[in-house]
Every structure is written in C-alpha cells, then in structure tokens.
C-alpha cells in the first residue's frame, strides 16, 4: 500500500470571518492558520500534502500547491488530482481546523479497515437536538446517536475519485465528503475525536482557537 496523502482545502474566501485575506491564511496563534493543521499531519507521518489554494497565494514548503476551485467539493476534487494516480489512502482536511492533533489523524487513519471505505473525524453531540418544521418542532433526536463531523476524514482514494466525479448539483448539496459515499451504500465510520477540533468560522471562534492554541503551548 502506498504512503497516505493529505489533502488540505484551504482556497475558501472566509466571508463569514470577515478578515482582509483568505481565511487559511489569517494569523492564529502566532501563525498562519493553515501552518498548524501542516504540522499535525506531519507529526502523525503524512508527509505527502497537497493544498488547494486561494489565487496568488503559494503552497508552504514541502507541500504541493494547487489553484482552489469556486466550491469547496471543487477544490477536494482539484487537490485529488494533483495528488497523481498511485495513492490507496487519501485524508481531506479543512484548513479552518487548525486545532487537529496528531493524535486525531492516526486515529482516523487507524479506523480505516479493509472493510471501510471513509472514517471520519466526529465529536459526541453536547445538546439535545430537535428537528422542527419551521418554528414547529417534530421530533426530539436520540442525542446518544448523534456526532458533529469533522475532518479529517480519510477514503479509499478510488472511493473518493469516484463519488467526486458525480454532477455539480450532487456535490453542491452535499455537506461533506463522507455524505457522498454513503449515499452510494459505502461503509463510513465515525472516529471519535475532541469537540475542540471545531472550523474556525467567525470571529468569535478565531479567539477561541488562539486561547485553546496559547494552553496547549
Ligand atoms: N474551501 C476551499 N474552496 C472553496 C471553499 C472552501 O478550499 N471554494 C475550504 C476553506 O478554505 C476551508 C474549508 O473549505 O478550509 C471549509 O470551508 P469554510 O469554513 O466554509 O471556509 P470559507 O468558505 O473560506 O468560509 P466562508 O464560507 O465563511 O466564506
Ligand atoms: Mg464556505
């Protein structure tokens, strides 16, 4: 089997952050935002990173850049791509995540059996969920069953190939990569992980991210 490869989506604007540059690149903790989730990788021993990127930015050292697309489903599909064809394993990381340990990797590399075709970063669900129609609540969801995704979610690579080469409008409406796959009757497990390996998509979540940052130095 060849040497997993990461995938890091990091040509996103950032609208609802609200900062000058593209989000991936906006300073946190010290550094850019994308450095960390890099570093993470790197410590678990996926060594191969392609980034996908926002125009007139350039990949850090040691990973291979690739232009973005306009939505995120484009911009995994573009980093696959560069990745080449001889990979097994493939792990799509959002760049917004830049509190993704190491641990977390290994762990959803380590889920990813003969018999599964994505493991997928998730935290147990805090708050009791309800679905409503409108204001009109339906049903009350069993909490216990319930995990908030994240990445990084690791796929067999023709899985992912495959369910990437599905039409605009299917990607669009997917949430995420994974949802993909088990639409088409795969196998996708959760693989536990900490609630703060949360996307950084606010303002309020950029100061969070540096507190948790500043006391894990
Ligand atoms: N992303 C990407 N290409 C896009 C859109 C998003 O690579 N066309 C990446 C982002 O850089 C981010 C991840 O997908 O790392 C998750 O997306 P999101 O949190 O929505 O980031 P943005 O799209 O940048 O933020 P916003 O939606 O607020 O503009
Ligand atoms: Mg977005």
Redesign the pocket.
């Known amino acids: 089997m060849s040497e997993a490869v990461a995938l890091?989506?990091?040509?996103?604007?950032?609208?609802?952050?609200g900062s000058d540059g593209?989000?991936?690149f906006v300073v946190c903790g010290g550094r850019p935002m994308?450095d960390w989730s890099i570093d993470a990788f790197r410590a678990a021993g996926v060594t191969r990173i392609v980034v996908?990127?926002?125009a007139g930015y350039d990949a850090p050292e040691g990973c291979i850049g690739v232009p973005?697309?306009?939505?995120?489903?484009?911009?995994?599909r573009a980093?696959l791509e560069a990745a080449g064809d001889s990979l097994d394993v493939v792990l799509v990381?959002?760049?917004?995540?830049p509190l993704v340990t190491a641990r977390i990797v290994r762990d959803c590399l380590a889920a990813l059996t003969a018999d599964v075709d994505a493991a997928i970063a998730a935290a147990p669900v805090a708050d009791t969920v309800k679905e409503a129609d409108g204001y009109d609540v339906v049903r009350t969801l069993d909490r216990a069953r319930l995990w908030a995704v994240q990445?990084p979610q690791v796929f067999r690579a023709e899985a992912l190939r495959d369910v990437l080469a599905q039409d605009d409008a299917i990607l669009a409406a997917a949430t995420d990569d994974a949802s993909l796959v088990e639409a088409r009757g795969g196998r996708v497990l959760v693989v536990p992980s900490p609630r703060d390996n949360f996307?950084?998509?606010t303002p309020e979540d950029l100061q969070l991210a540096e507190l948790v940052l500043a006391s894990r130095a």
């Open positions: 890091i989506v990091a040509a996103g604007r950032g609208e609802r952050l593209p989000k991936a994308l996908a990127l926002p973005g697309g306009v939505q995120r489903s484009h911009s995994v980093a990381h959002d760049a917004a995540r990445t996307k950084v998509t």
